[in-house]
């Protein structure tokens, strides 16, 4: 099977501008800088060639060593201080294919919440007024060494008596609003339920 022949292109490369063979089938790149190959002859290697070729060679060499001669003296006489250098016919560079940006994939940094557990149940403003959760309704007032002390509303999130004497039962989302003492109902109050607002007395 004929061998391939190319020409490497690659300036910085020892095989510049020489003829590389490669087997079939191989990388169409030289051996040495691993650039892809100009296109070259392709030949198959023939014993009886091989003499033919050497001989042809020298002849060639020959003559390039003449005219070389002959051409550098008219060279150094026409004030040139150095050589001239070919570029190649034609470098021939792979396309880079850039992904699109909506395709692009970026890895973020998975962020995590960090759930905090109070470390204490005693509320931030003991004395003056701030807002409390008593469990089963949230407190909304004056406040007295952490407890409801004055005048201030219970928001209701689960079912419970408004004063344990009386038969009045607040539902989630009824609101009481009136004078406390100590944590307790001390007063006239108002409970506010279905729409309807009713007078609560202890």
């Given at each position: 099977m004929a061998k391939k022949i190319g020409i490497c292109v690659?300036?910085?490369?020892?095989?510049?501008?020489?003829?590389?063979?490669?087997?079939?089938?191989?990388?169409?790149?030289?051996?040495?800088?691993?650039?892809?190959?100009?296109?070259?002859?392709?030949?198959?290697?023939?014993?009886?060639?091989?003499?033919?070729?050497?001989?042809?060679?020298?002849?060639?060499?020959?003559?390039?060593?003449?005219?070389?001669?002959?051409?550098?003296?008219?060279?150094?006489?026409?004030?040139?201080?150095?050589?001239?250098?070919?570029?190649?016919?034609?470098?021939?560079?792979?396309?880079?294919?850039?992904?699109?940006?909506?395709?692009?994939?970026?890895?973020?940094?998975?962020?995590?919440?960090?759930?905090?557990?109070?470390?204490?149940?005693?509320?931030?403003?003991?004395?003056?007024?701030?807002?409390?959760?008593?469990?089963?309704?949230?407190?909304?007032?004056?406040?007295?060494?952490?407890?409801?002390?004055?005048?201030?509303?219970?928001?209701?999130?689960?079912?419970?008596?408004?004063?344990?004497?009386?038969?009045?039962?607040?539902?989630?989302?009824?609101?009481?609003?009136?004078?406390?003492?100590?944590?307790?109902?001390?007063?006239?109050?108002?409970?506010?339920?279905?729409?309807?607002?009713?007078?609560?007395?202890?």
């Amino acid at each position: 099977m004929a061998k391939k022949i190319g020409i490497c292109v690659n300036i910085d490369c020892d095989n510049y501008k020489k003829e590389v063979e490669v087997e079939p089938g191989g990388e169409f790149e030289c051996p040495l800088c691993h650039q892809p190959l100009k296109e070259g002859k392709s030949s198959k290697k023939d014993p009886d060639d091989s003499g033919k070729k050497s001989k042809l060679g020298l002849i060639v060499g020959g003559i390039v060593v003449l005219a070389a001669l002959g051409g550098g003296g008219y060279y150094f006489m026409s004030g040139n201080t150095g050589p001239d250098v070919a570029e190649p016919d034609s470098l021939e560079v792979p396309p880079v294919v850039v992904p699109a940006a909506d395709t692009m994939k970026v890895d973020t940094p998975e962020v995590k919440e960090e759930k905090t557990t109070p470390t204490s149940t005693t509320p931030v403003v003991i004395n003056g007024r701030g807002t409390i959760d008593l469990g089963y309704a949230t407190y909304t007032g004056d406040l007295k060494n952490g407890k409801p002390h004055g005048y201030g509303t219970l928001t209701y999130k689960s079912s419970r008596k408004i004063v344990s004497s009386k038969d009045f039962v607040a539902n989630p989302g009824d609101t009481f609003e009136g004078e406390f003492r100590d944590g307790k109902i001390s007063g006239l109050g108002y409970w506010k339920h279905d729409g309807n607002e009713t007078v609560v007395k202890p």
